[in-house]
C-alpha cells in the first residue's frame, strides 16, 4: 500500500462523517503523511486516534 493509496483512502473515509472537500483533503494529506513516515507497507497506516493526534496543541501527552 502505497501513500496515493492511503491518501485516497483518507479522503474516502472522511466521506460518511460528512466532511467537507477541505475537510477530506485535509484528512487525506495527513492519512499520506502517516504512510510514508514508516517503512513497510502497513506500519504507517493511521488508525482513527492516530490521526486525532495531529491536532493536538505541542506538549500534550498522547498514549
Known amino acids: ?33 502517516f504512510a510514508v513516515a514508516f517503512p513497510g507497507d502497513r506500519a504507517g497506516a493511521p488508525t482513527g486516534a492516530g490521526l486525532e493526534t495531529l491536532g493536538a496543541q505541542p506538549g500534550t501527552v498522547v498514549r
Open 1 to 33: 500500500m502505497g501513500s496515493v493509496d492511503v491518501f485516497v483512502t483518507g479522503c474516502l473515509s472522511a466521506l460518511p462523517a460528512g466532511e467537507s472537500m477541505a475537510g477530506r483533503l485535509e484528512r487525506a494529506v495527513a492519512t499520506g503523511v
